[in-house]
């Protein structure tokens, strides 16, 4: 672990009297953390912070954000610039690598990618072993781990770019064969003369029986969405990734694991509930006025999907590309959507509401995301799928960087036990 330690220490008092002092660790945005690394063993103590609130589980050179200000830089680059003028390939290698690719680095990792997109023929198989009803999530992170099956050398570091670059281009492959299969139409092979996004539609979309023309705004529209979502640091699913990676198991396992962190309805899969959550509104009537007094007074333990998040204390910068991004696809689409108007209502609406205010809650990455996906023809169920592309260079970088830097530990956390004292087995015939 980096991270420029300050000359000033923090110094902790405890009941007992006796004081220690804890180094400060200073970030290169001059964030501050106190190190405990060393208060157990001077002093017995640990720290609780359930949820993580105020832990730096690490140090990262990756991406920066601040949720007060609504900043968010991959490897310094801020994440307008990004979704304006680059691509999701060129993103891919920075969030990974740590450098813009130069022409000939992007034209040779583009040729790995294209060179990986098949998955082995005997895993088709393993799609039919799925019932129709079967969530895309759960077939997705089953494939990935299946995928370490085929590739036992992964953890060898000679072979880390390999692993790398076979990751990002089957999991898209992958993706797209189990939409094939949950509506019952033969799978599309990748083709080799498309770009990453390009070759993704094409997988999706593409029938045998006609040619595909992949129209270049949702080319475009796709690769700003996964920008958008390739990486947001220490989240709860790059969190698992690298708990996961840092028992030293392969990078196809740590994955699968984020994967399945993601599909959890307050994280990834909010961008299916916010659809699932409009559409309840609009069914009902589209009283969301109701919805939003059902939500402030907390009946059902109901939320308000797609708003609110653990960093972002103003607006996510991403929900704000986003919603001008739904504007423009759905115009060129020639899509009409009334769940576009609604969720901007309700968003001009709860961001006047004190309950809203108060709490510091604004639109996250998901709440106009769905819209796009939607508009774009992704089913609903395929929209947590498409966050986890989009955020696969960010779960690699992370797991790349831990597994490089030569201070990782194990993630292992410390409790607070608050069961039973020690007490004696009764035999069943005395309970
Ligand atoms: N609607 C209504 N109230 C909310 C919402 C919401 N979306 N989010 C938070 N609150 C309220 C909580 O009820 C709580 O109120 P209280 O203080 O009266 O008890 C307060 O705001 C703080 O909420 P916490 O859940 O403690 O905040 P936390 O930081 O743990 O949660 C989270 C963040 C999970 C994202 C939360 O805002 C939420 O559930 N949002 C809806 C789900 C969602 O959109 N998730 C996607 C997040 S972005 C991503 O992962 C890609």
Redesign the pocket.
Known sequence: MSGTKDAQTATLTLPDGRSTALPIVVGSEDEHAVDIRSLRQDTGYVTLDS?Y?NTGATTSAITYLDGEKGILRYRGYPIEQLAEHSNFAEVSYLLIYGRLPTEVQLTEFRRQLTRHSLIHEDMLNFFGGFPPTAHPMAVLSAMVTSLSAYYPDSLDPKLLDLHITRLLSKVRTIAAFSYKKSIGQPIIYPKNALRYCGNFLHMMFAVPSEEYVISPVLEKALNQLLIL?AD?EQ??STSTVRMIGSSGANPYAAVAGGILALWG????G?NQ??IEMLEGIRDDGGDYQKFLDD??N?RGN?????????VYKNY?PRAKILKAMADEVLEHLGVDDPLLDLAKEIEAVALRED??IS?K?YP????YSGILYRAMGFPTNMFTVM?AIGRLPGWIAHWREMVQDPGTKIGRPRQIYTGEGERQYVPMSER
């Not at 309805?265 to 990834?268: C, D, I, N, S, Y």
């Not at 996250?364 to 709440?367: K, M, T």
């Open positions: 949820g609130m979502h947001h989240n709860c309805p307050l994280h990834g909010a509930e916010v939500v402030k907390k109901r939320r308000l999907m797609g708003f609110g998040h653990r996510d309950y809203f709490k809650l996250n990455v998901d709440f966050f």
